[in-house]
């Protein structure tokens, strides 16, 4: 089975899912944090797996919040984000989704992960119930 290509992202769609303001996008983009090009319509875009692998090293930075480290978050249930890394087993699957400064990690069945058509840097939900993670897709 071919691997779907991972989509290209305009700036303000990268800005949503990665939690700050198109200005800031634009300004990480003009400071080369990740590769961006022009799309045929001559949009800014970034290309979501490099999007997503930024996602993840950003994650890793410690949180600011008007100069004060921020030690503690709570959550709502839906995380909208993008699939950073999608590890296929021969009957179970890992998907990991980077929702802003979240992380989030579940675990299907390869037939699922195959159904929905998960790769790495497309945009998805992570639907949190206790200690069970559902992961929908939205339309492109």
Do not use: C
């Amino acid at each position: 089975m071919r691997k779907p290509a991972a989509p290209a992202y305009r700036m303000a769609q990268a800005a949503g899912l990665l939690g700050v303001s198109v200005d800031t996008v634009r300004r990480w983009a003009e400071a080369e944090r990740f590769p961006t090009r022009l799309d045929d319509g001559g949009h800014r875009v970034v290309d979501g797996t490099a999007l997503a692998e930024f996602a993840v090293a950003l994650a890793e930075e410690e949180p600011q919040l008007d100069g004060v480290t921020v030690v503690g978050r709570s959550a709502r249930n839906r995380f909208q984000g993008i699939v950073t890394r999608v590890h296929r087993g021969d009957v179970a699957a890992q998907v990991e989704i980077q929702a802003g400064p979240h992380r989030l990690v579940s675990l299907l069945t390869r037939e699922a992960v195959d159904e929905l058509g998960l790769v790495e840097g497309m945009l998805a939900i992570a639907s949190v119930k206790a200690t069970n993670v559902g992961v929908e897709v939205v339309a492109p």
